[in-house]
């Protein structure tokens, strides 16, 4: 054969293959939404869908498959609620829009298993009961922020049969989304216990122990949010106020120049704060180990004589100053400052050395005190505290101390009473913020209609707190989202079990606690005017000075005691 007809042979050949390639490169396989993923847990006892997307018209095989998990430990085949066994392979086509779902029937609990669609391979798969957990900040809270009450305990407990998963915070304006950003589950462990949902850790291991039933979280959950953003323009159709208000942010253009124009004004504002701080710019700083604060005022710091002109608050920087002797078997020592809560904004140095800040007023302050750093005798503490307008404070009945661990009992150094206090630069109001999440619909299409295939046992809803000052509408907005939910996931028995608000605010507060307790009436007759709902009793768990109560353990058993109670109910 003529050489040139080789070469062209072979270059058809080679172009061939090239195509060949190119057309199974781009071939879509298929696509598994963020919650079908390794380590999920499906619901027992009810049919469960698994759902995804591939190319139109491309045939989708789900098997389970029999193995040997990480550990080893030989893995079954599920067994289905009614004997007999559980089919080999359930199949489907993704319909034109390249959607697909497969139902499963009713299984028993139990695993970890395997299964597959087609190439991809799921792993650790549990049957147990999953639990929706939404609202705020008081679901949202994590195990972290309840050490102080419960380390101990949580410091000795593992059990890899509760997994949780968290939802992205997402807002959407436009329409019900299919899928939510990745995400992964993940078993309770020491690695990741701290992530967890606190209420909802106490009430899947009260569950656990109790029926011995694996348990799968999903926690959908925002702080400061109210109602009205978790439900959808057909479950607002009765609140045109709402349906209108989201109207207005469709428009990302819109949003996005919202955004800039704070960010200039907050840029502004602490640029300007910064400025006109005499504190960070002295030869000396405030700050310093050194600084002579002996002309400065001294306050209590719990008092509200500082930090105002007379009348009014003052905002901006606010300087606090306090010695303390450290005895020298403790010099050197890594110690846990500990610094309460504070309203607003605070950036603490020890020694001059800078050990730690936060944003906002709500988590507690707890900066580590570096090895080295502490000497035996006078130590300097200074807090350089930022208020947004309001009257900066340090919340009382917190704790205020140099923790020092010791070998027996740890020593402690009070903060509290007096400190040295100037102010730094007076400022006015800090700019506004505008948060989206807090808009109506926007985290139901974000965080709840992508949700919308999974099966649930139920919902534990615990929010409120930011529907406070419209409490008289409160109860016809949960019975919307209660409907808007049970329509969503096709299940109108679907059980809610709703937290009464904490007891919160001081007693000299009358009209906030005034506030509180018909807001807790709302909850409750929106928990008596609906079917299949329960309402937790937790206004005695409550502590006057902190929105979020440590006590989320004695709420996580009554979550799980009703719930139960409600199904040994339906047995």
Request: hydrophobic share 35%.
């Amino acid at each position: 054969m003529h050489k040139n007809k080789v070469y062209i042979k072979f270059r058809l050949g080679v172009a061939v293959l090239l195509c060949l390639c190119s057309a199974s490169m781009a071939e879509a396989k298929v696509k598994l939404p963020a919650l079908i993923s390794d380590g999920m847990v499906l619901q027992r006892e009810q049919t469960v869908k698994v759902w995804g997307t591939a190319d139109a018209g491309e045939t989708v095989t789900v098997r389970f498959l029999k193995g040997k998990s990480a550990d080893n430990v030989k893995i079954a085949l599920p067994s289905i609620t009614k004997g007999g066994k559980l089919k080999d392979t359930f199949t489907a086509t993704a319909d034109n829009s390249g959607k697909w779902s497969i139902t499963l029937p009713p299984m028993k609990a139990g695993g970890p298993y395997l299964m597959s669609v087609n190439d991809i391979e799921i792993k650790d798969i549990l049957i147990g009961d999953v639990w929706l957990c939404s609202g705020q900040s008081n679901m949202e809270l994590p195990v972290s922020r309840v050490t102080d009450m419960f380390a101990e305990e949580i410091a000795s407990y593992n059990n890899d049969k509760i997994r949780h998963i968290i939802i992205p915070k997402v807002y959407n304006f436009h329409a019900p989304q299919e899928d939510t950003p990745q995400t992964s589950w993940k078993a309770l462990n020491q690695q990741n216990v701290m992530q967890f949902s606190a209420l909802a850790y106490f009430f899947a291991k009260a569950s656990y122990e109790k029926n011995g039933i694996p348990v799968g979280l999903v926690n959908s959950s925002w702080g400061g949010t109210p109602v009205e953003a978790w439900i959808s323009e057909e479950g607002l159709k009765e609140f045109p106020l709402y349906i209108n208000d989201k109207r207005q942010y469709e428009d990302d253009a819109f949003c996005a120049h919202i955004k800039k124009v704070e960010s200039e004004n907050f840029s502004r504002w602490n640029r300007s704060l910064y400025l006109g701080d005499a504190g960070l710019h002295e030869s000396t700083p405030w700050y310093a180990a050194d600084y002579d604060d002996s002309h400065w005022k001294t306050v209590d710091m719990f008092s509200a004589d500082w930090g105002n002109n007379g009348l009014n608050p003052i905002g901006g920087s606010h300087w606090l100053r306090k010695d303390v002797d450290i005895p020298q078997n403790y010099s050197g020592k890594e110690a846990i400052l500990r610094l309460g809560c504070i309203v607003d904004a605070d950036s603490v140095y020890v020694n001059g050395q800078f050990v730690g800040t936060t944003g906002y007023q709500y988590p507690p302050r707890i900066y580590k005190i570096p090895a080295g750093l502490l000497k035996a005798g006078k130590n300097n503490v200074t807090v350089r505290l930022i208020s947004n307008g309001g009257q900066p404070s340090f919340v009382p009945e917190k704790p205020y101390k140099i923790i020092i661990p010791s070998e027996g009992q740890n020593e402690e150094i009070s903060l509290e009473g007096t400190w040295k206090y100037r102010l730094g630069a007076p400022m006015p109001n800090a700019p506004s913020m505008m948060f989206f999440c807090y808009k109506p619909v926007c985290l139901y299409n974000a965080m709840i209609a992508p949700l919308k295939n999974y099966t649930f046992n139920g919902v534990i809803w615990y929010q409120g707190e930011s529907n406070v000052s419209r409490r008289n509408e409160y109860a016809s907005l949960l019975t919307a989202m209660i409907a808007d939910w049970r329509r969503t996931f096709n299940r109108q028995d679907l059980p809610f079990y709703i937290v009464e608000l904490a007891d919160f605010l001081s007693k000299d507060d009358i009209d906030g606690r005034k506030a509180w307790a018909e807001m807790r009436q709302e909850q409750a007759k929106a928990a008596k005017q609906n079917t299949h709902t329960t309402l937790i009793k937790n206004s005695d768990l409550g502590e006057w000075n902190d929105i979020h109560p440590l006590n989320k353990k004695t709420l996580g058993e009554r979550v799980a005691d009703a719930a139960l109670k409600q199904t040994d109910d339906k047995k």
